[in-house]
């Protein structure tokens, strides 16, 4: 295991994250993986949640380690929304010591919790803004290149226009709106990481660069 974790809810976000790493160049240190390569049997929120306590006591016992973890808001309804994520989270962590940073209640470059005994501090980003509720193809919407945006534009409309009842939940929406944004790329079929690979996303912009920011905090 390495010393240098960012836990992620699925495959997808493993793909995204690495892309995201190796464009900051954190990729030689920071090892993305979901609930499964640490033995869970799904890769899912809940999943990455029962997680931690394995990776934390872990992290304690290195204690040059770093752990971060990115997790979807979704909703109220399904997921829990923000603050019960967040509540989820802290109730987990707050079992070996670490306590969430008093820097407001929401924060656009994501949640930090320090240690009790000083450990390297653990990140938290919830996704798309550590605020909404939704998940990381919202983040995407919001963090396209102003070229992009027509093309994002027009596929949302396609999705308006279909000319039966669509097949996927409506809470699944985002995603098929991003994936058939992306099937219209120079290389149809990649995944999420091609957004970041064919620089489809804006790195200057507020929700990117507060993205940006809480990685290196954490693993710089």
């Not at 390495?2 to 160049?25: P, Y």
């Not at 949302?156 to 058939?180: G, M, N, S, Y």
Request: glycine residues 8%; negative net charge.
């Amino acid at each position: 295991m390495s010393d240098h974790i960012l836990l992620v809810e699925g495959e997808a976000d493993r793909g995204f994250f690495e892309a995201l790493c190796r464009s900051l160049d954190l990729d030689t240190h920071v090892e993305v993986s979901p609930p499964r390569r640490f033995g869970a049997n799904q890769d899912t929120k809940q999943a990455a949640l029962h997680t931690l306590p394995t990776l934390l006591e872990n992290l304690i016992d290195r204690e040059d380690g770093r752990l971060a973890v990115v997790l979807d808001a979704d909703s109220h309804v399904h997921g829990g929304g923000f603050e019960r994520t967040v509540r989820q989270f802290s109730d987990v962590v707050g079992e070996y010591g670490y306590r969430r940073r008093t820097t407001g209640a929401r924060s656009p470059d994501g949640l930090l919790f320090s240690h009790d005994d000083g450990l390297n501090d653990l990140g938290l980003w919830v996704m798309p803004n550590n605020a909404d509720e939704g998940m990381l193809e919202h983040w995407m919407a919001q963090c396209l290149t102003a070229a992009e945006r027509p093309w994002f534009d027009h596929a949302i409309r396609v999705i308006d226009e279909l000319p039966w009842p669509a097949k996927f939940k409506a809470l699944r929406r985002p995603k098929a709106e991003v994936a058939t944004w992306l099937a219209w790329q120079g290389r149809p079929g990649e995944g999420l990481y091609y957004a970041v690979e064919a620089g489809l996303l804006d790195e200057q912009s507020a929700l990117h660069a507060g993205l940006n920011t809480w990685l290196e905090a954490v693993y710089r």
